[in-house]
């Protein structure tokens, strides 16, 4: 059995020389503990520009120059490059104590096929983890769990265990830091087995590298592609259809303008606001569908032909209505002199009516776009 503990750095310096003797001294505790032969090997992927290549190979790493900045990037490279049975995932800045690796592996061997090391469930240290970095991690780990209905209590930990063929399984592309929740959403949908333990998480050594917000947008927007009708499909038909409803009931009731105008703006507002998000809801869906990252039978049949076709129709007799309104309203106001104009319940509705025929139609040109490329 080969195991291959892999090490992304930059600029890394301080703390590498520290790590790769913490992993060489977990692997000695994993001999003592296991009957079961194994080698191993260190895999640094670096993108330094500071002496931390240099301090690995002194130290016995194998050194793989990755071009491409970004922590997804510099796994995947070191996933090929690799030729481990197991894979150790850890970074390099000396957050993670390595001679905790047998208890990743521990699992594993037992027939887990992903090990994550729970940082809420073992010690951080004190001022490992500032309350800005434990927010958004809680924050990012409930999302997650909630859109799918996952039990993960630390999804940003970085250091893990993962059997070869079940990373094999895995469709992972990102590139950034959202890689840590894109493994996570992979294991589960490929019915991977999955386990947490707790482990230490101490200060880091040198300059971080963590961009918090533009990192958590990162990891929001890799959730929305995989899930968007949580975060906007079935959000915007809620809003759309309250908003629909009471300007209804409102216009039912007669006398809007005197009565109700600002409610009947404020349905005009939650109408239009729900039925961008269902539409916008339904593009992200069509391209997660046609990229792999999720499937949905309702946005592949939204891209079929004669389905764009009927969007494009709906989307022209809304137009022609609103304008059908709009030119009813004026004739009016001519007839009356061109007084004050009175109608302002039906220009709404007319201004409505043309804002979503526009978005139907716009989307189904996009949806046609995204069709060219599915062929």
């Not at 992927?45 to 491409?68: M, Y």
């Not at 894109?182 to 590298?209: P, T």
């Not at 946005?299 to 007799?317: F, N, P, Q, T, W």
Request: hydrophobic share 45%.
């Amino acid at each position: 059995m080969l195991i291959s503990v892999i090490l992304p750095t930059l600029n890394e310096e301080e703390s590498i020389s520290e790590c790769i003797d913490e992993v060489i001294a977990g692997m000695g505790f994993l001999k003592k503990e296991l009957s079961t032969p194994f080698e191993f090997e260190i895999v640094v992927v670096d993108s330094s520009s500071d002496r931390t290549p240099e301090i690995a190979r002194e130290k016995g790493a194998r050194v793989i120059r990755c071009e491409k900045k970004g922590y997804g990037n510099a796994y995947l490279e070191g996933f090929k490059v690799s030729k481990g049975d197991i894979i150790v995932m850890g970074d390099a800045d000396g957050t993670y104590d390595f001679k905790q690796i047998p208890e990743l592996l521990k699992p594993l061997l037992d027939g887990e096929d992903l090990v994550i090391g729970s940082r809420f469930m073992g010690e951080i240290e004190s001022g490992a983890m500032n309350f800005l970095h434990r927010l958004g991690n809680r924050i990012l780990t409930f999302t997650l769990n909630r859109l799918f209905s996952l039990k993960i209590s630390d999804s940003q930990s970085g250091f893990r265990a993962i059997k070869r063929n079940a990373l094999e399984r895995m469709n992972l592309r990102t590139d950034g830091m959202e890689f840590a929740s894109e493994m996570i959403i992979e294991a589960f949908r490929k019915g991977l087995k999955v386990k947490e333990v707790g482990i230490k998480y101490r200060k880091r050594k040198g300059r971080s590298k963590l961009r918090s917000f533009k990192d958590g947008w990162r990891h929001l927007r890799l959730m929305l592609l995989y899930n968007p009708h949580s975060f906007l499909v079935y959000p915007g038909i809620i809003l759309a259809v309250f908003g629909l409803m009471l300007m209804t009931v409102l216009y039912l009731k007669g006398d809007v303008e005197q009565k109700s105008m600002h409610s009947f703006i404020l349905g005009a507002i939650a109408f239009l606001a729900g039925f961008n998000s269902f539409l916008f809801g339904m593009l992200v869906s069509a391209y997660s569908s046609i990229h792999g990252y999720s499937k949905s039978a309702l946005a592949m049949k939204v891209l079929d032909y004669h389905s764009l076709e009927r969007e494009l129709l709906a989307g022209v007799i809304l137009i022609f209505s609103g304008v059908m309104a709009g030119i009813y309203i004026v004739q009016n106001w001519i007839a009356s002199g061109y007084g004050s104009l009175s109608q302002m319940a039906l220009a709404v509705a007319s201004l409505v009516l043309i804002s979503a025929g526009l978005m139907v139609v716009y989307s189904a040109f996009f949806l046609s776009m995204l069709l060219l490329d599915r062929d």
